[in-house]
């Protein structure tokens, strides 16, 4: 247990900071403005500017690289966590800076269960695209598997800075807000 707290607490702060919503994505996609509207407290179309997004960031600018991240996909709807981790693999050696590749394989390790290398690409994902909600609801969902309440509200806390309509992340919030009631954070 000391060990682990020892190695997350500084990985959970870092991810903290590179994820704030004002820093824009470096991958070269222009998501700014869909950022923005995101953020807007009246949003009716959330889900619309979220797929935008998803699709901007899915962008690689490499036919091979965005076969490789298809192929992921595809086998993480399978429920192959196996092979969507070799297609991912593969796909950051072909593309080191394409964010999403980092997240679509974090989210495999998490189907593997493999926490620590779900978090480094989450870390990863996040050095790329600050702005990647999807990566801090895989991070807040990882520490609170893990019974992190107070990084996992941390996690959970800012993805609802960069998009507060997701029902998940107001749920995880108030989940969380149980969990802590009496408790610091």
């Not at 070269?28 to 797929?51: F, I, M």
């Not at 690289?65 to 072909?94: T, V």
Request: aromatic share 6%; charged share 30%; hydrophobic share 45%.
């Amino acid at each position: 247990m000391t060990i682990r707290r020892i190695i997350l607490n500084p990985v959970v702060a870092a991810f903290v900071l590179l994820a704030h919503p004002a820093l824009a994505d470096t991958q070269g996609n222009d998501t700014s403005e869909l950022l923005e509207k995101l953020r807007e407290p009246d949003l009716e179309n959330w889900q619309r500017v979220e797929r935008q997004l998803f699709r901007e960031w899915s962008r690689s600018g490499s036919a091979s690289a965005d076969l490789l991240l298809q192929r992921g996909r595809a086998a993480l709807q399978r429920g192959d966590a196996s092979a969507a981790i070799e297609h991912l693999s593969a796909l950051i050696d072909h593309a080191p800076d394409f964010a999403e590749g980092w997240n679509t394989r974090a989210t495999a390790w998490f189907m593997a269960r493999n926490y620590g290398l779900a978090l480094n690409d989450i870390r990863e994902t996040l050095a790329r695209n600050p702005n990647h909600f999807a990566a801090l609801i895989g991070l807040g969902r990882i520490m609170e598997d893990l019974e992190r309440y107070d990084d996992a509200r941390r996690a959970w806390d800012a993805a609802a800075a960069i998009h507060p309509h997701r029902r998940d992340v107001k749920a995880a919030l108030e989940r969380l807000d149980r969990k802590l009631q009496g408790t610091s954070l």
